[in-house]
């Protein structure tokens, strides 16, 4: 079972509405990682952070998304205007303490956006 | 340019069969593979990587793959597949010791095991 946990499992949303999704990493872990799986199974990273640092994020990320892993809450990631093209499932993952290429996934939040 | 490439998009097989899933990768420098696994409408769970060494690698419930450089080839295989096992199987591949943003998927292959 995934030591990620994520809230809500389903979010639906009309678009324009701010959709806010939420994430507990692995205990103690300091990276986090949110990525985007659209209905053609395809993925798309969106951002990361250490800490309460963003490491890197791409620039889709930047116009229209906030995130945040705030000390002691859990992380977030909110789309402050949705569109239809935003429906999909974010995925949030905590890396291997090994090595940052092998990750560990929650179950996703799945947004539809009306 | 670095791509991973699922050639099937579905496999179906009956409860005790054999499969393999293929998985090609296209990828300069030293690399690293891996396959998750997606039961339907949930997360990505890890099953197994290579980055060096022995090539046949072992994954969890049975899982193993085998890593071949020459064929650029790194497919996943099981001697006997559960009804359980039906779910999406992701090929990944990045580069070694990159970050997970790195990290390239194919488009999944979709297991149907029939009872």
């Known amino acids: 079972n995934s030591k990620v946990i994520q809230t809500p499992r389903y979010l639906v949303k009309g678009q324009g509405q701010k959709a806010k999704m939420r994430c507990i990493p692995e205990?103690?872990?300091?990276?986090v990682f949110w990525y985007q799986q659209n209905k053609n199974n395809e993925f798309k990273f969106l951002i990361n952070f250490q800490n309460q640092e963003v490491l890197q994020q791409i620039d889709m990320t930047e116009k229209r998304f906030s995130a945040e892993c705030p000390s002691n809450s859990p992380c977030s990631l909110e789309i402050q205007s949705s569109e239809a093209g935003d429906s999909a499932l974010y995925l949030c993952a905590s890396p291997d303490w090994g090595g940052a290429e092998t990750l560990y996934f929650g179950s996703g939040t799945r947004l539809t956006v009306l | 340019t670095q791509t991973v490439s699922q050639s099937d998009a579905h496999v179906t097989v009956f409860e005790g069969d054999s499969v393999e899933l293929r998985c090609n990768y296209s990828?300069?420098?030293?690399?690293?593979l891996s396959w998750y696994i997606q039961h339907h409408g949930r997360g990505l769970q890890f099953l197994l990587k290579y980055y060096s060494g022995n090539p046949v690698v072992q994954g969890v419930n049975g899982f193993k793959a085998e890593f071949s450089k020459s064929d650029s080839s790194f497919h996943l295989r099981k001697a006997s597949v559960h009804w359980s096992d039906s779910a999406v199987y992701f090929c990944?591949?990045?580069?070694?010791?990159?970050?997970?943003?790195?990290?390239?998927f194919g488009i999944g292959t979709l297991l149907s095991v029939k009872p």
């Open positions: 990828y300069g420098g030293s690399i690293y």
């Open positions: 205990k103690g872990h300091p990276v």
């Open positions: 990944a591949v990045a580069g070694y010791g990159s970050s997970g943003n790195k990290l390239i």
